[in-house]
């Protein structure tokens, strides 16, 4: 059974960094786009950043503003999501995911798998 499983969560404060993880086994890394989403309580889940599976292409969502950096390391089946100047309105669980041939800017209704999820909180 294929699993995706998130570590690098924590609490910081505002301004501070993090840096996820997530790594899969029974995948064949290379054949998938990876990516990140988050979910704040009572908000939709949104897409913060893709690596694409051709070549490593990246693509971010529009609030990252060039705080993060996503980055795959194809060796180790383990994609990094790089957070820096975190704000508070970047609370939220953290969730990886990987699509089959997808777009860098991966849909949510297209990823074939997801991780459990690890928390990040901000505090000002």
């Known amino acids: 059974q294929v699993q995706l499983v998130e570590s690098g969560g924590g609490s910081v404060q505002a301004g501070g960094s993090l840096r996820l993880s997530c790594t899969t086994s029974?995948?064949?890394?290379?054949?998938?786009?990876m990516g990140w989403f988050r979910q704040a309580p009572g908000k939709e889940r949104e897409f913060v950043a893709g690596?694409?599976?051709?070549?490593?292409?990246?693509t971010y969502g529009d609030f990252v503003k060039g705080r993060f950096a996503i980055s795959r390391d194809n060796a180790k089946s383990t994609v990094y999501l790089q957070m820096n100047g975190l704000e508070p309105e970047d609370t939220a669980v953290y969730y990886c995911?990987?699509?089959?041939?997808?777009?860098?800017?991966?849909?949510?209704?297209?990823?074939?798998?997801w991780g459990q999820g690890t928390q990040v909180t901000v505090s000002s």
């Open positions: 690596v694409a599976w051709s070549g490593g292409g990246t």
């Open positions: 029974k995948l064949v890394f290379n054949y998938y786009t």
């Open positions: 995911a990987a699509d089959q041939w997808g777009r860098s800017r991966l849909d949510v209704d297209e990823c074939d798998y």
